[in-house]
């Protein structure tokens, strides 16, 4: 049968890569991911490991393609194909020669804020030079004010060219450095020059940008003049402690001005320089932006590459790879070939080659889907992933699922919209920004648009079948009752009509009613005010039906696991009991509700015997002498049924565990027990201890144990055992009850939308006028906003919660282990790299 | 002309859902108001008065209701076609994106 039914066949096997060859071959698997790696290094840190180096590289080009560029990720339906060592070099290289590139282009650019600082602050104090006269030589406000005959400095009206007449050569030095540093320098300045300097500060109007740091800082230049060769090398050992950039300060007017001219024209020609530069840049840049996701793309291939390799074990010689991968047995032909590529490709001549081994453990479950079933494969792994090759219930849930969502839903002009919703989602599938968006609500909706499709095809059924539309009813068929009759039978006079609110309309009448509605419920029962007494008996009836055909349904489909295991015994032993007590018993009541509709009408419904008495006294084994019997012989049979009922509980008990013990003893006593079952012991223990939703692999994989081990063993089956019974009898009951939720729900879907309709869309109606026409449209959108909001999406999220509980619980306890885990193969699918 | 709703795409787009949603369904309840229709009778403002005389005045009050629900849908036909001009003219205005 095709691979929905149940997992496909996955085995253990070995690959064997040449060292020259294996980035090639991993690379050719990746690319059809088939196969998921194990791996064989658990013990290693993530430090020790083979291929760290290559790892921490593809890391680091990853982190600079990241910062430096924002583009984000174009869409990657071509994603390139990996390629080798050689490549990934060249790729540095261009990576680290963009960065060079913007190292230099920005040194460049740091020697001309000096030059430039220089020649403003030249061109500032040459110009405070020239109006020395006026200012007075600034002081340092802190030092202590000095006889006027001490320093020559200090006294106001001296100014810088009465420097010039001092004996000692005034040399004057323009240096530049940050602002926060000025004071210290100051200070230290005067202490250690003693005064015998002069020293003005200008700050500089507009902050320039520091090369190294980036950032822009205001400098401040200040010029030094002083007298004598000792000071001068104390200045500048301070200055060089303080990091100043120094410049030699020309003497005289004119080499100034000359100085002044030749930074000019050297600013002019970097700046011309770095124009040119940051252009060539920007192209550089552009070049590699357009470049930069394929770039992505084969670095995160790589580094997936090397991480698979990092999980392989090297050989005794060193020359080969051993990966261990868990392969479907379908594709194993299909990874021989990517192998001979792969090897092809790596150009060396041993070729790689893969073998299968055997092992005990329980291989992943792979289910393969197309995007209709994945939906509904996706809401069965929720639960549990299958165990390796139970049987599936997905393709089952396709139909079901959606159908008692229906039923709890039933409304046409609902599931319309539901439907339509979902078919502009499938029919817009492929469209980028349905699918790439990163709402994750509307994700959650998206994936599920086949499902929602089908649950709204569906609903649309019911609400005929409900005859609901916006919760009036459509009269496709003319009704079959009929009131003129009624009122002429009885000749209803208007006195009577005035004193008897609610009329009724007897159907043992001739001529009231006409005989069942072809499709649906009737539509006079939306007039009647004892709609819901006729309907709530329908639904619940309906709902105990169908409960009990979806359970049994479920307990069948253990047939197909008991014979797929080797496990006959079981059909007869568990599964054989498990029927004779859900038939027996909810069976007879599902054949009851089919009988007394079909036997007994209007003409005996004064007498007509109650279901649900006669089934209380089933199990008391009592009668009530007002319920009169529906058949004849109907007391012996239910006894005869109860019987069978109770007598199959302790088969259902003993029976497997009994059968084990005696073959247990068989085995040890010499005889050869069958082969089969021995076997099959690990499976048939993972079976038992996986009946709860959260068994983990170690408790499938439990197999193996001693011959000696098997009697304490027994215990534990027997309990097991004792456990699944009770749960299967007292759920049978619950269970049944718990389907009654189809009713509950379906009638609160109903008074829902009948309130929504009465409440909200009938003030529309209530003017007369035509003013009412232009009122009616906004109450027609709030009408509308109302029904999205509460009966589509609340009530549709309730009804699909309850659906999904009814599967996962009432539906697959009755089968289903799910105690499996999913086949995750190692490819470089396009969605996964994002 | 111009795009008088002055509202980004997801609202013309709403409204153009809610105006084909109107139309249709208003439309239907016109045609079903119109045919006198039982089922709608809770629906209609009727009083006391209006039950004597057989049911002429029932059928007269159906069809202004009726014809209520045909104005309605026709407001909402302008609706709907006022959000697919702003649509319209919003996507042609649109630079790539």
Redo the contacts between chains.
Sequence with gaps: MGSLFRSEEVCLAQLFLQSASAYSCVSELGERGLLEFRDLNPKVSAFQRRFVGEVRRCEEMEKTFSESSGVPGGCWSRAPRTRGHRWRGRLCGCRSSRSSWRRSCGRSAATVPPCAGACGSCASTSTSCARASASPVRRPPWAPRRGPGRSPSVSPSSTLPCTSTLTARSTSWLASFTRGRVNAFERLLWRACRGYLVASFVEMPEPMEDPATGESITWVIFLISYWGEQIGQKIRKISDCFHCHTYPYPESEASRADTMSGLHSQIQDLSVVLEETEQYLAQVLDKVVLALPAWRVQVQKMKAIYLILNQCSFDVTEKCLIAEVWCPVRDLTQVQDALRQGSYKSGSSVECFVQRIPTSESPPTLIRTNKFTAGFQSIVDAYGVASYQEVNPAPYAIITFPFIFAIMFGDVGHGLLMFLFALWMVLYENSPSLRQASNEIWLTFFEGRYLILLMGAFSIYTGFIYNECFSKATVIFPSAWSVATMANHSSWSSAYLATHPSLTLDPNVTGVFQGPYPFGIDPIWSLATNHLNFLNSFKMKMSVVLGIVHMGFGVLLGVFNHVHFQQRHRLVLELLPEMVFLLALFGYLVFLIFYKWVKFSAADSLVAPSILIHFIDMFLFTSNAGNLPLYRGQVPVQTVLVVLALASVPVLLLGTPLYLCCQQRAARTGRPAPVTAEEQEPLLEGQEAGSSVNATKEDVESGGHGPDAKHLDFAEIFMHQAIHTIEYCLGCVSNTASYLRLWALSLAHAQLSEVLWTMVMRNGFVRLNYVGGVVLVPVFAAFAVLTVAILLVMEGLSAFLHALRLHWVEFQNKFYVGAGYKLCPFAFAPNAWE | MASLLCCGPKMAACGLV?SA??VV??VLLGIFFNVH?????????FTEEDFKDGPERIYR?YE??S??????AG??AL?GGFSLQGRLNKRKEYMVR
């Design positions: 809610l949603w109107g369904m208003l229709s039982a089922v709608l009778i809770e629906d209609v403002p009050l202004q209701v014809y209520n629900c045909f104005i309605a407001l909402y609706l």
